[in-house]
Nanobody, 119 residues
Framework: VRLVESGGGSVQAGDSMRLSCAASGRTFSSLTMGWFRQAPGKEREFVSGISWSGRRIRYTNSVKGRFTIARDNAKNTVYLQMNSLKPEDTGVYYC?????????????WGQGTQVTVSS
């Protein structure tokens, strides 16, 4: 599975941004998809995940109410809409793909896209 993220950049606090991740190489509609991020000097952390059907979604507490994950299986793409961005949202955002929603194991990763939020 090949994952390519896009949509990163630099914004001001309070702004919005949408990340996209295009997948290829395997039936996208069978994959659990997720977004992770890594801030400078910190470990990579889970941000959000969505099941193959889109019916199950998870968010880390710090982004609940601000971020929305969605997928379009016809376009083999998963999105992360980020609103009310904060400086602490700064980091490299990675798209990931896995098999089972219950396992929450992600086997495939994109190259990452930088998101910088200035105060």
């Amino acid at each position: 599975v090949r994952l390519v993220e896009s949509g990163g950049g630099s914004v001001q606090a309070g702004d919005s941004m949408r990340l996209s991740c295009a997948a290829s190489g395997r039936t996208f509609s069978s994959l659990t998809m997720g977004w992770f991020r890594q801030a400078p000097g910190k470990e990579r952390e889970f941000v959000s995940g969505i099941s193959w059907s889109g019916r199950r979604i998870r968010y880390t507490n710090s982004v609940k109410g601000r971020f929305t994950i969605a997928r379009d299986n016809a376009k083999n793409t998963v999105y992360l809409q980020m609103n009310s961005l904060k400086p602490e949202d700064t980091g490299v955002y990675y798209c990931a793909a896995g098999g089972s929603w219950d396992s929450q194991i992600y086997n495939y990763w994109g190259q990452g896209t930088q998101v910088t939020v200035s105060s």
